[in-house]
């Protein structure tokens, strides 16, 4: 192709009755360039070249998963809050080559007798934290099981496995210990819950920490002091800011949410609520298109092992439509013909 | 507010060191980088750690960042170079001394290009062929120009080139794609007679 021709159809490019042609949107210009193709059959080719470039090539965009995403991101956070500069998350195969691989061990085992002595007290606590939508089942060294929900985080020290401190959701299943009569502790911001061996839920969400038991029987430690029993069917919560506590039996009409081993149990709670949890879990805001939604009431399992899942069911039980649009989610009235 | 102004002040806290901003800066674009870096480097487990890499990179050298027209290609021109350098330096490992162009994979998948093409009715199977036939750096010329929408400006910079040589690239490109198409038409032509 001549030089002449690039800079010719670079001007088609750029010419905006040519750009109406190409695109058959303006019948002047479809009428002028068909006219002045049949006076001009030499150009022929860089035409349709130039039409060819300016249609392009029409791709189905990828999409990524949003969880996926989110998890990338905790991680990233999480390096740059404690300064680690390399990535280990994938496994990296790397082909080293000899020499490289000798200086590399004498460097990390330099590197190492530097740092332990640095790193030993904050190696002591454990850490395990959940990214939006990502549920996961613990074993704590004493045989307690934990199933930690979305953006939730679980701390403990190695040497006092029995006493945790958390932020957002868990459900324990804590391992009598009767021989030594060990207790276990759960911290919140609002309270120490106490126990021996039992099945409850900690919910530290929305400014305040709501416990749920189900089993055995538990003493409250609140932060102002008070303490309170707990038996099993109770539902109690305590917000230190407000100094508010609430302590009542579950019965069909009172109204509460829960989470046992991957489900949500609602009862009586308005829908307004459920989204709640559902933004709290998985870090989707949210709005009622038909505000009049709001309002309506909840009662039933609702499963979350993952958002979709979970939506689904919410929209079965409730009679309503949830429209995902750029990480929120826009609740509707469902059209019934 | 405009999109353009959204991602301005996205930006401009993210430059502050706001996190949250950092992290809608992360969702927005994470995407399409990841997109491009697969189609670099070919390898999933590799374009994630770069990119990892490149995200905490970006935080924390957020100070030594200087004024920047589009957010978008800046963020392209980082990655990509990031992304050249490691694998540059497992070519090193390995020993090989191939041309820097051998190590970009550009493949395109049938899965990504529309059943509906405008320039042509060709079937998206053969026009997948047609253009992984074409060079490593037409498949990205024309990867940035239709599939990340960038305009050619950014990607002279993007690929380090000339404006002039983005547009005899994706010009060569689309030359061969119309003549390799005519030929395939008037093969099936034959064929069905």
Known sequence: MSKTNKTFIEKLLNDDSFINWAKETNTNDIAFWSAWINK????????????????G???????????????????????????QKQS??????????????????????????????????????????????????????????????????????????RTVFLEGEAYFK?????????????????????????????????????????????????????????????????????????????TKKT?????????????????????????????????????????????????????????????KSTEVKILTKEDKLYIYKLEIN | MTDNQFEKSVWDSFLDGNKSAFSTLFKLHYASLHNYGLKISGNIDFTEDCLQDFFVYLFENRAQISAINSIKSYLFISFRRALLR?????????????????????????????????????KSSVLTNLLNALSVREREAIYLKYYSNLKLSEIALIMNISYQSVLNTLQKAYVKLRKNIETKALQDVLKNN
Request: aromatic residues 8%; contains cysteine.
């Open chain 1, 57 to 83: 090539v029409v791709f189905n965009e990828k999409k990524l998963d949003k969880t996926k995403i989110n998890m990338e991101l905790t991680t990233v956070l999480n390096r740059i809050n404690t300064g």
């Open chain 2, 86 to 122: 490691a694998l540059k330096k497992e070519r090193q490992y390995v020993n090989y001394d191939i041309p820097l162009e051998l190590l970009l994979s550009f493949e395109f998948s049938s899965e990504e290009i529309a059943i509906k093409q405008e320039f042509t009715v060709i």
């Open chain 1, 174 to 250: 804590v391992k009598p210990m009767p021989s030594t009569q060990a207790k276990f502790w759960v911290n919140t911001q609002d309270l120490t819950v106490e126990v021996f061996g039992t099945q409850f839920n900690v919910n530290t969400r929305q400014d305040k920490t709501s416990v749920l038991l189900d089993e055995g029987s538990i003493h409250l430690l609140l932060k102002n002091g008070d303490s309170k029993i707990m038996n099993p069917g109770e539902i109690a919560s305590y917000s230190k800011e407000e100094q508010k506590v609430s302590h009542k039996k579950i």
């Open chain 1, 255 to 315: 109204s509460y949410a829960s989470w046992k081993e991957g489900t949500y149990i609602f009862n009586n709670i308005t829908l307004d609520d459920v989204m709640q949890h559902i933004e709290n879990t998985y870090g989707m805001s949210y709005e009622f298109v038909d505000k009049s939604l709001k309002t309506k009431l909840v009662s039933g399992g609702i499963p979350n092992e993952n958002l979709d899942i979970c939506l689904l069911a919410i929209q």
């Open chain 1, 88 to 161: 280990n998350s994938h496994s990296k195969q790397y082909k080293l080559s000899a020499h490289i691989k000798y200086a590399a061990v004498a460097l990390i085992t330099l590197f190492i007798s530097i740092f332990s002595i640095a790193t030993i007290y904050n190696s002591k606590t454990i850490t395990h934290q959940t990214s939006f939508g990502e549920i996961i089942d613990l074993k704590l060294p004493d045989g307690t099981s934990v199933v930690l929900n979305g953006n939730s985080s679980i701390k403990y020290n190695k040497d006092q496995p």
């Open chain 1, 40 to 55: 001009h059959p030499e150009h022929i080719d860089a035409v349709y070249t130039a039409k060819a470039m300016l249609l």
